[in-house]
C-alpha cells in the first residue's frame, strides 16, 4: 500500500470559521479542523455545527481533510465530523486501547449511516499524555484504521521544558519511542523535531523548516503546525531536495554498475556501499517522485474553479 | 504535609562513621540517607545495623527528613533494625523485580504494625541500577502505594552493568532514563531526573555545578537532589528554589491569562510570550513549589533554632 | 562464567576467495563468511558452495569461523554451512522467536547429522526492523544459542523509512533498547557509534579506535567490521591497556588495605577509591585476563602447525 504524502497538517480552530477559506488557499497537504484544542468549551456546539460545510471548503485547494476530536466527547464530535470528504480523525490525548475500540465502532455505525466506504476512515492517534505514550503500543494495534502516531501537543500537555542544550526535555526519546512503535505496527510517525523556542508546534518558518528536516531524518513523514506561514516550510522539510536525489541517483549507479561485475558490496569515496544503502536510496528517489506527483495533483484541483456553495 | 515533598539536597552517609552523623543536623539538607550498603565495609553491617536505631533523631536535629539505604542482600536483617519512628524512606538498591518490591511492602507494613508508626508512612525508594531493572522498570514502580518517586538510571552501579566507564562525556544512558521517566510520568510519580550536562571530572564536591545543574533540572521542572559531600547542599537548596523574580513572573503570567477569561480567544501572545492554559499551569506550578520551599525553610530553621536552645548555644546569624 | 571475548567480527563475501584467504591475518577475533549482502543474487547458489573450504581457511588464525545466512533461503544456505570448524551462524532479518526456533531446529538435526556436538554452534542475531526492535526480548531469549545481539542499521533505516545523515542519529532510542535488553538477557550487544554503522567507511585507525571506544562505553561488547583495516583498532578500543591493567591492581590493593584497616574508602591520586571503585576494578581486570588469553590461543594458532 503506497501511503499518501502528508507533510503538512494544518490545524484550523472551528471556532474560526474565517480561518477554514485562508487554509484551504494554503498548499497544505492535510487540513485539521479542530474541536479540542483551540476551541473553548462554550464555543463547542457552534463549532460542531460549522465542520460539514468546512470540509466541503478544504477540500477545495486539494488538501485531504481530517478532524480533531475529543476521546471524552466522542459521540457529539464524531456525528460532527463524520461526512463524506472526510479523510479521518485525530484523537486527541489518547490513552488506552478502549478509548481506541470507543472510537473504531462508532466511526463503523457513521460510516454504515453516512454512505461513506466501511473501513476506510483512518485514525491518527495523539499520545499526548505519559501513559498515552508508555501505552503506544496496545494502543495503535488497538484498530487496524490507527495509519498515523504522533505526539501532539505533548511538550505542553506533560510540562516537557527546555534544556541548556535547547532540546525539549524527553522529547527526543518519546519520537525515537513513538516512531519505532509505530513502524513495529506499519503505521507512520507525525511530527517534527522541534527545539526551543518552539513550543506545541508554533513556531518561525526558519525553525518550521528545521524542525521538519531533523524530523524527516529519524522518520516522521510530516507534522502538524499552527500557523499557515508553517506550511511551505513543512512541505520543504519533508521533501527530500535536489543535492539528496542526486546523491542517491549516484549511489545507485556505482551499485548497479558493481553488481554487473558480480560484486555486491562498492567503495564509493571512503564509502562502503551495498543493497542496503541502495534499498534507502531507492526510496528516497520514489519519496521525491510521489511529493511531486502530491505537489502537481494539488496545483490541479486549486485551479479549478470554485465548488458551488450551498 | 511539606516535609515528603521538598527534597532538594540531602547527603549520603556511611552510619558507622560518627562525626559525620553527629554532625549531618548542621548541613541544611533536606533529607540524610544513612547508608548500610556501598559506603559501609562488609565486616562492619552487624554494628552499622545496631547504630540507625540512635541515628535517626540524630539527623533529624535540623529538620532534614531520615532515609536509609538497605542492602540488597539483607533486606530482613536491615529493615529489621531500621523501621523505627522517624523513619520517612527506605532506599532499596538494584531493584529489579516487583517481588522484591513487594516484599519490602509487607515487611515494613509488619514493623510500622508492630513498632506504634501510621501504617503507609514509610515510602520505598526502589533504586534502578541495572539493565535488569530497567527492563523491569513498570513493574517495580507500580508494585507499592510506597514507591512516590522514580527516575535514575545511570551512575556506578548502572555503569558496571553496562560493562561501561563513566565520566566520558556524551550522553551512555538515554535509554534507561528516557524510560525510567516515562514510566515515573505514567504513575504519576514524582520524576527523578535532570537535564543531561556532560562530566568528565566525576567530583562529587563542585558546588558551581552543583548549582548549576540544580537550576537546569528546576527549570526543567523537576524538583529532586542529593549528593554525596557537604559542599553541594547549599548550591542545590538554592538550585532548586524559585527566586523572587521567578515568583514574579508567574504572577504577571496568572494575571494576564485570567484576561482572557470571557473572550473567544485560549491563548495570546504578548511581547513574543506565548500566555495559554499550559503557560499558566507552569505558573501555578512555581508559586506551589516556592510556598513549599519557603515552608521546608521555615521548618527546618525554626529546627535548628530549637537543637540550639536545647543545647544551650547561641543562635547564629546564618542560620536565622 | 567465562567471558566472551569476540571483540571484531570481520565480514568477508565468500565469492571473493583472496579476502576469504586473507582474512585470518587481520587478527579478528571472529570471521563471518558472508552468503548475504556481501553476494549479488546470481552468485548465491555458487556461494554456498565454498563454505566448506573457506572455514577451514578463516580459522587459520584462531579466528572463530560464522555464516550469515539469507533469511528467505535459510534451509539450503544452513544444510551448506553446518561442517565441523564452523562456531556458529549469523542469523538476519530476525523479527520473531519463531525465526529463531527455525534457525535452530535445523541447526540441532544437521549438528546430529554432522557429527557436531549438539546444541555448540551460537547464533549472532541481526535486527533490521522496528518490529524486531520492539520485540527484542522474546527475540534473545528465545534460544542459548545466542551469544550476541545487533542491530543492522542499513536494513533498519528501510523498514523505518528513513535516509541516516551523520548529524542526526535516528537510532539511540533502538540502541539504547539493543544494550538493555541484550544485557539483561545476558547476551552481548555489538555495534558501532553512530554513524558508522549505516554508512560504514574506510577510516585511520585513530578514529576507528576513538569510534569503537565509544560503542565500548554504549555497552558494546564487539563491532561487525566490514573491512580488515577496523580489526586491529577495534581489538585495541575493547581491550583494557596495560596502563588500566596496572592501575586497577593498585586500586584492588589500596582498597584491601583499607578494609584490613577498617575502613570503606580511601583516596588514591584525588579520587576516593570505594567499594564501587573496586567492584569496577574486578570487571576491568576480569576483562583483561580474558582478552589476554583469547589473544593467546590466536598467536598459537598462528605459530602451529
Known sequence: ???????????????????????????????????????????????????????????????????????????????????????????????????????????????????ILPGTLEIVAALETARGNHDAYDIARASPRIRALTLGRADLIMDLRAEPSGEIHLMPYLMQRLIAVARALGATGIGAWWQAPA????????????????????????????????????????????????????????????????????????????RGSVTQAQALLDRAAACAARDREKAEIAARPPLARP | MAAHQVRRSGLTMPVVTRRFVEHAWRRGCDFIN????????????????????????????????????????YVHADLEAIVWP???????????????????????????????????????????????????????????????????????????????????????????????????????????????????????????????????????????????????????????????????????VLERYRELTGTPDTWKVIDGRVIDRYEAARARDTLEWAALCAERDREKAEAVLRTRAAMAEPASPASA | MAILVRRSNLFVPITDSERVKRAWQSDADAVTL??????????????????????????RGGAEVFVRVNAPLLHADLDASVWPGLRGIVLPRVESAADVTEATNQMTALERLRGLGVGTLELIVLLESARAVWDIRSIVTASPRITQVGLDESDLAGDLGITPVPEHDPYVYARGRLVVEATSARVQPIGITYPLGVHPRRLPPADIHRVATDARNLGMKGVVCPDPSWVAPVNDAFTPSADLVAHNKRVREVFAGALAAGTAAVPLNGRMIDVPVDEWAKVVLAMAEACEARDAQKRAARAGP
Open chain 2, 86 to 252: 522517624g523513619l520517612s524512606k527506605v532506599n532499596y538498591p538494584k531493584a529489579e523485580s516487583a517481588d522484591e518490591i513487594r516484599l519490602l511492602d509487607a515487611v515494613i507494613t509488619r514493623l510500622e504494625r508492630e513498632r506504634g508508626i501510621r501504617p503507609g508512612t514509610i515510602e520505598i525508594g526502589a533504586n534502578i541500577e541495572t539493565a535488569s531493572g530497567v527492563a523491569a522498570a513498570y513493574d517495580i514502580a507500580s508494585a507499592s502505594p510506597r514507591v512516590r518517586e522514580f527516575g535514575g538510571g545511570s551512575g556506578y552501579d548502572m555503569s558496571r552493568d553496562l560493562g561501561v566507564e563513566m565520566f566520558v562525556g556524551f550522553e551512555q544512558f538515554a535509554y534507561g532514563k528516557g524510560e525510567l521517566e516515562l514510566v515515573a510520568r505514567a504513575l504519576g510519580l514524582q520524576v527523578r531526573a535532570a537535564p543531561f550536562v556532560a562530566n568528565t571530572t566525576g567530583s562529587v564536591s563542585d558546588a558551581d555545578r552543583a548549582f548549576r545543574e540544580a537550576q537546569a533540572a528546576r527549570t526543567c521542572g523537576f524538583r529532586l537532589g542529593g549528593g554525596l559531600n557537604p559542599a553541594v547542599v547549599e548550591p542545590q537548596n538554592r538550585g532548586f528554589t524559585p527566586t523572587a523574580g521567578d515568583v514574579e513572573d508567574a504572577q504577571w
Open chain 3, 34 to 59: 558472508d552468503l548475504e549482502d556481501g553476494v549479488v543474487e546470481p552468485r548465491k547458489a555458487e556461494a554456498r558452495g565454498l563454505v566448506r573450504e573457506g572455514i577451514a581457511m578463516a580459522a
Open chain 2, 34 to 73: 544513612l547508608d548500610l550498603e556501598d559506603s559501609v565495609p562488609q565486616h562492619l553491617k552487624a554494628n552499622a545495623r545496631s547504630l540507625i536505631k540512635a541515628a535517626i533523631p540524630i539527623v533529624r536535629k535540623g529538620g532534614a527528613e531520615a532515609f536509609t539505604r538497605i542492602n540488597h542482600d
Open chain 1, 199 to 274: 513550543r506545541g508546534l508554533l513556531a518561525g518558518p526558519d525553525d518550521t523548516y528545521q524542525a521538519a528536516r531533523r524530523g524527516r531524518a529519524i522518520g516522521f513523514t510530516g507534522s502538524p503546525c499552527i500557523d499557515v506561514r508553517q506550511v511551505e516550510p513543512l512541505n520543504r522539510g519533508f521533501t527530500p531536495d535536489v543535492a539528496e536525489a542526486a546523491a542517491a541517483q549516484e549511489l545507485m549507479t556505482a551499485y548497479r554498475a558493481a553488481v554487473a561485475r558480480g560484486v555486491a558490496v562498492v567503495a564509493l569515496g571512503d564509502r562502503l556501499v551495498d
Open chain 1, 1 to 115: 500500500m503506497s501511503a499518501r504524502i502528508r507533510r503538512s497538517w494544518l490545524v484550523v480552530p472551528m471556532s474560526k470559521p474565517e480561518e477554514i477559506a485562508r487554509a484551504s488557499r494554503s498548499t497544505a497537504d492535510v487540513i485539521v479542523l479542530d474541536l479540542v484544542e483551540f476551541v473553548a468549551e462554550e464555543d463547542k456546539p457552534a463549532a460542531r455545527e460549522r465542520v460539514e460545510a468546512a470540509i466541503r471548503t478544504a477540500q477545495a485547494g486539494g488538501a485531504e481533510v481530517f478532524a480533531q476530536v475529543d476521546p471524552e466527547l466522542l459521540v457529539a464530535d464524531l456525528h460532527a465530523c463524520v461526512w463524506p470528504g472526510l479523510t479521518g480523525v485525530i484523537v486527541s490525548r489518547l490513552e488506552s486501547a478502549q478509548q481506541v475500540a470507543d472510537v473504531d465502532g462508532l466511526l463503523a455505525e457513521l460510516e454504515a449511516k453516512r454512505g
